[in-house]
C-alpha cells in the first residue's frame, strides 16, 4: 500500500479508500495511547493568515506568526518535510524541519495526513526557490482526519456530490469558496445601501403562517401539535412588512428564506433566500432607483465593474435600465392590437386565432391573456429582456396587491427587472385601497376555490384590517437574491449559490 500522504493521480478504489480510513483510526488510536489526543484541543492563539503573510512578506519576513490550517499536501525530503497548509485566505508552504522541532516531534509529525487540521508555531522567511513559507517551531495536531479527501488532480467534480458533500467542495475548490464569499458580501452590500442611501430598518417577520400570502405560489403544510392547526411555511415577506408600515415603521426590510412547493431547475428551488423592502411616502419609481443602485453596487463591490460577465454574454447595470411596457411588446411581437382592444371577448378571439388553446375560455380576460401571451412569446426571444430591463404596465387581473394605474386602471403601478432574461425583481407602487384590495382577495379566493388557479392569492381579512387601519402611500420590492448572485459569480445554477441546497435522499 503506498504512503496515503503521497497522492496519486488516479480515483482510489473502495478498497483502498477503506484501508486508508483504517490506517487513519490506527494513527489516531496510537497518538491517544501517546497521550496527544487531538480532539482535546480548544483553542489555538492564530496571528496570521496565508494571504495576509504573502502580502506583507517584507514588513514581517523574520517575524515569529502562529497560523492553522489543513495539511493538502506533504513533500518528504528525509529530515525535512514541506506541507500545503489551507486556512481561510488560501494556502501557504509550512517548512518542517526535524532539527527544529526536535526528533520525537519530528517522527509524531511524520503520522500526519492530508486532511488533518495543524496549527504551526514558526517564523516567515522565503525559501531558495523564492517561496514564501513559515519555517515551524512547533506544529500542534489540531484534529485528526479521519476522511479520505478527493486526490488534488481529479478534486471533487460530480455535482450531486459536491451539494451533498458542501464541506469537502468547499475544501477541494478554491472559486466555490470565492463564490461564497462574494455571495456575503453582495448580502453585506445590500444591507448597506438599503440602510444608508434610503433610511431602511432590518426586521424579522413570521415563517410560519396560518395563510400564505404576498405571492402566486404553492406552500408548504405543516402541523403544530400544541395548538392543533395547519400552518404553512412563508412563500413571501410582503404582508407582515406592509403592516409594519401601517404601525410607523416607515421603511423596512428584511432578507430571509422564503419556500415554494413547486419545481426545480437551475433558476428555482424549493428553499430561496428573498430581500423585500417596502419604504412609506414613495412610488414605483423610487423601486427602481433603489433596485438599480442595488445591483450596480452589488456589482461594483464584488467585480470592481458594472459589467456582470455571464458565460458569454456582457451586461452593463450602470443606471438607468431600460423600460420595456408589458403591453406594447406583445403588441409588436404578436401583431395584435391590444392597444385596441377593449372586450375580453374580443381578445380571447384574437388570441385564439393567433395558435392559442384554452380551458375555461370564460376565465380569459384581456389583462390575463397579455400577460400569458408576454410569458409565451415574448420572454423567450433571445436577447430581448437581456438588459438590464423594467417590464411595466402588468393588468391588474395577475397583480392584486399593485395600485392601479391612474392612466389605465386596467394596469397596475407595478415592474419587474429581468437581466439575462431572468426575473431578478418584482415591484409596485402598494395597492392602499382597502375596498379594492377585499375585492381583489375575493375574486382571488373564488379562483381558488373553483379550482382555477391553485397557486390564486387566499382572502387575508388581517391583512384588509390593517389596511383599514391606514397604510400611507408606498413604494415596494422584492429582489431575488439567489439569482441576482448567480449574475454576479457566473454560477450556472441555483445550487451552485446555495450552501446546501435542497437534495433527494440519495438512493431514492
Known sequence: MADNNNVEQRELTAAEVNEQRQIK???????????????????????????DIKDNFEAIEDQEVAVAGRIMAF???????????????????IFVARDNITADEYQVF????????IGVNGV????????????????????????????????????????????????????????????????STMRRVLEEDYDLIEVETPVLGNIAGGAAARPFMTHHNTLDIDLSLRISLELHLKRLIVGGLDGVYEIGKVFRNEGMDKNHSPEF????AYKAYVNLETMMDLMEQVVYKCAMEVNGTPIIKYGDKEFDVTPPWNKIDMTEAVIKVTGIPF????????????????????????EWTRGKLIAEMFED??????????????????????????????????????????????????????????????ERFAEQQRQLDCGIDDEAHPMDTDYVNALEV???????????????????????????????????????
Not at 422584492?478 to 435542497?502: C, E, K, N, W
Open 25 to 51: 483510526r490506527d494513527k489516531l488510536e496510537a497518538l491517544r495511547e501517546m497521550g496527544r489526543d487531538p480532539f482535546v484541543e480548544e483553542t489555538f492563539d492564530v496571528t496570521a493568515h496565508s494571504k
Open 75 to 93: 513533500r518528504r525530503m528525509g529530515k525535512v518535510a514541506f506541507v500545503d497548509m489551507q486556512d481561510k485566505q488560501g494556502r501557504i508552504q
Open 110 to 117: 511524520k503520522t500526519y495526513d492530508v486532511g488533518d487540521i
Open 124 to 187: 516567515v522567511f522565503r525559501t531558495k526557490t523564492g517561496e514564501i513559507s513559515v519555517r515551524a517551531e512547533k506544529v500542534t495536531l489540531l484534529c485528526k482526519s479521519l476522511q479520505v479527501l478527493p486526490n488534488k488532480w481529479q478534486g471533487l467534480k460530480d455535482p450531486d456530490l459536491r451539494y451533498r458533500q458542501r464541506y469537502v467542495d468547499l475544501i477541494m475548490n478554491e472559486d466555490v469558496r470565492e463564490t461564497f464569499r462574494k455571495r456575503s458580501k453582495i448580502i
Open 273 to 276: 433566500t428573498s430581500m423585500e
Open 339 to 362: 392597444d385596441k382592444i377593449d372586450s375580453d371577448e374580443e381578445a380571447l378571439a384574437a388570441a385564439k386565432a393567433y395558435g392559442m388553446h384554452f380551458e375555461n375560455e370564460s
Open 377 to 438: 412569446y415574448c420572454e423567450d426571444i433571445p436577447g430581448f429582456l437581456d438588459g438590464p430591463c423594467f417590464v411595466c404596465g402588468h393588468p391588474l387581473e395577475i397583480s392584486p396587491l399593485a395600485k392601479k394605474d391612474p392612466k389605465d386602471p386596467r394596469l397596475t403601478r407595478r415592474f419587474e427587472s429581468y437581466i439575462n432574461g431572468w426575473e431578478i425583481s418584482n415591484a409596485f407602487s402598494e395597492l392602499n385601497d382597502p375596498i379594492d384590495q377585499y
Open 470 to 508: 391606514g397604510l400611507p402611500p408606498t413604494g415596494g420590492i422584492g429582489i431575488g437574491v439567489d439569482r441576482l448572485v448567480m449574475l454576479l459569480t457566473d454560477s450556472a445554477t441555483i445550487r451552485d449559490v446555495q450552501l446546501f441546497p435542497t437534495m433527494k435522499p440519495e438512493g431514492k
